[in-house]
């Protein structure tokens, strides 16, 4: 089973930024992907970002187009969501989740469809505010 913690939280005020860490280990093969997701109280779950292990395919939702980097470390089994800019509409509790996958066509639906995933980490608050 794959695990996944998420690390990088915090309050920070508007315009700000933060990185965010999701720590991966237990993977049986290199083809995955990786998403980031957030969820605000009373609101659901929403995909934010998601990254493909073998090659540099990279989703955003429009959200966060042009103020959140995704990316990967794999030496360190790593994968950061940096986020500039920041607003209060971003407050939420991060999620990274991972998927397996047997080819990589499914890469491009599983980004834009929020899934499916196997397995979640335990999630990491960001909170915008002055």
């Known amino acids: 089973q794959v695990q996944l913690v998420e690390s990088g939280g915090g309050l920070v005020q508007p315009g700000g930024s933060l990185r965010l860490s999701c720590a991966a280990s237990g993977f049986t093969s290199d083809n995955y992907v990786i998403g980031w997701f957030r969820q605000a109280p009373g609101k659901e779950r929403g995909g934010v970002s998601c990254i493909y292990s073998r090659e540099g395919f990279t989703y955003y939702a429009d959200s966060v187009k042009g103020r959140f980097t995704i990316s990967r470390d794999d030496d360190k089994n790593t994968v950061y969501l940096q986020m500039n800019d920041l607003k209060p509409e971003d407050t939420a509790v991060y999620y990274c989740?991972?998927?397996?996958?047997?080819?990589?066509?499914?890469?491009?639906?599983?980004?834009?469809?929020?899934?499916?995933?196997?397995?979640w980490g335990q999630g990491t608050q960001v909170t915008v505010s002055s």
């Open positions: 989740a991972a998927a397996n996958i047997m080819s990589s066509i499914r890469v491009y639906s599983i980004c834009v469809q929020g899934g499916p995933y196997d397995d």
